[in-house]
């Protein structure tokens, strides 16, 4: 007997109404905003027709506060997984048509449901973030939701990549989800995040502030560091984690996607050679060389407007997926402060989490002096990235440009941090300090009854104390190498670690100083 047509029909429109969302009114007047609806944004990330939706029909059953027979479509959040480039993703949409995607029992059970599955599955979890905050007319059910989310992203931090999208308001306690996730990507000019807002500051403290002051995509960009990357629109957005996806493995266990049926090239790159300043105090950007290391010049920036002095992001090299960590001379003369350590340590981890080997240029005079570091807490940031290299246990190349100083030549991954291969150019210089500051402690009195003398010392101290040769000599470097040569041997040293496993000292983990 065939199901009847009935049936048929109240099962459509049942899904149409839920399909709706708020209404298809508010859909549409957000798509003239340019702005997309919770399920455009699901239908946009993955492949055409392989969104496999959970709890559809799933919505609260609250009758407080003039809640009575309302219904929320989807409870106001759309989950489900589905491919992109082929490759199984989970994701949650909140629905600001929907209660303006206010959070309560069902809502974070469903985002609960789908994290869990995601993890068991070995899956990345893509979140959009578009909502109100808590659901007020469900009282403590809507904090305990936003508890229970909080704990799931824990769990899943380190077993599968976490990337938040914040696609509209993310306001009090609902910021944290997203700052519990590996990447955030904010859309520029109708996004916002903040615990307190402008109004709440202002009632507390007397402050005055605007909302682009503390909740803007710009200044959590650049002044908090709070977020990874500026998207213009959604469709910028979805375009970011697509292109991030692609560098990233599905979970902790699995290898990034290398191409490792690419031939490894052994040919020399002079340009390499013309990037380098015959002066040694003049600034070189870092950028252009990390361009023509990598495959077609393709390097995805991370965290580009925060912490500049530091540069750090995704590429391939000869086909093999890496994480770099470069000093920017050109920002703070390349010196580590407390932002740039923070914003290393904590993609390194990431790297290391991963299976994402990690490739580190270094140019740098030190850690940034000053009092406002200092009492910052410079020790404990730097130590960050100590220990952020010193834990990892991927593949580890470094290359030394120029300047390599005192403990943050130690920071930046040198063969004593667990550094596999060291390579060095032969403007690099490595010492306790620059030959200048070594001269002026070592020889005062000599250099004050002969000024002339001053830079025949600096020169005799650079080549007896500072020069490549000097470490290579010692094994604290695997080679002196000309910048042409630098694209193959990294290559080449990649590809014979791909296979290295290193055993530590059986623990929870480390605790790294916070």
């Known amino acids: 007997m065939a199901i009847s047509q009935a049936l048929l029909d109240d099962l459509q429109e049942r899904r149409q109404n839920i399909l709706d969302s708020g209404n298809a009114a508010k859909i549409e007047a957000r798509r003239k905003k340019g702005l997309m609806s919770a399920r455009d944004r699901l239908d946009n990330l993955f492949e055409p027709g392989t969104l496999l939706e959970f709890h559809m029909h799933a919505q609260h059953s609250c009758h407080n506060f003039g809640m009575q027979n309302k219904q929320l479509p989807a409870d106001g959040v759309v989950t489900g997984t589905g491919l992109v480039a082929g490759r199984p993703v989970a994701s949650f949409s909140q ?28 899956m990345p979890v893509v979140s959009f ?38 696609a509209g308001p993310c306001a009090g306690g609902a910021a944290y989800s997203p700052a519990l996730t590996d990447f955030l990507i904010m859309v520029k000019d109708s996004a916002n995040m903040f615990i307190c807002g402008p109004d709440v500051i202002h009632a507390a403290t007397g402050e005055k502030c605007t909302m682009a002051e503390v909740g803007s995509a710009a200044a959590h960009a650049s002044i908090s560091g709070n977020i990874h990357f500026v998207a213009e629109n959604d469709a910028h957005a979805i375009a970011l984690v697509r292109k991030l996806l692609a ?52 390097f995805f920036e991370v965290q580009m407007d925060w912490a500049k002095n530091l540069v750090v992001g995704f590429a391939r090299i000869q086909g093999i997926i890496v994480g770099i960590i470069a000093n920017q001379p050109k920002v703070k003369a390349g010196t580590l402060d407390i932002d740039a350590s923070d914003k290393g340590a904590r993609f390194i981890r990431f790297c290391n989490i991963f299976n ?44 030394i440009l120029r300047k390599a100083y005192g403990g943050a030549y130690l920071a930046m991954c040198s063969r004593d941090m667990g550094a596999d291969f060291v390579y060095a150019w032969p403007t690099a210089e490595i010492a306790v300090m620059g030959a200048e500051g070594a001269v002026r402690i070592l020889y005062k009195k000599e250099i004050d009854e002969n000024p002339a003398r001053r830079d025949e010392l600096i020169k005799e101290y650079r080549e007896k104390f500072a020069s490549p040769y000097q470490a290579a000599s010692m094994a604290m470097i695997t080679d002196v190498i000309e910048p042409a040569q630098t694209r193959p041997i990294v290559a080449m040293a990649l590809r014979n670690t791909l296979s290295k496993r290193e055993t530590r000292p059986p623990k929870k983990h480390g605790n790294i100083p916070l």
């Open 356 to 399: 994402i080997p990690l490739v580190t240029l270094v140019d740098v005079p030190g850690f940034l002096p000053g009092v406002q570091q200092e009492r910052g807490g410079i020790i404990r940031h730097g130590a960050k990235l100590l220990f952020s290299y010193g834990a990892a246990t991927v593949p580890k190349i470094t290359v």
């Open 129 to 166: 973030n578009d909502s109100g905050g808590a659901r007020i007319q469900e009282g403590v059910e809507s904090l305990s939701g936003y508890g229970q989310v909080f704990f799931k992203n824990v769990l899943l931090s380190g077993v599968v990549p976490q990337i938040a999208v914040i």
């Open 247 to 298: 560098f990233l493995p599905s979970n902790n266990i699995m290898d990034p996607p290398h191409n490792l049926g690419m031939p490894v090239s052994l040919e020399l790159d002079p340009g390499m050679n013309e990037l380098v300043p015959e002066d040694p105090k003049a600034p070189m950007d870092v950028l252009p060389i990390i361009r023509r290391l990598v495959d077609d010049g393709d």
């Open 95 to 122: 629905d600001f048509t929907v209660a303006g995607g206010s959070l309560g029992r069902i809502h974070a059970q469903k985002i609960c449901e789908i994290m869990d599955y995601a993890a068991q599955s070995g």
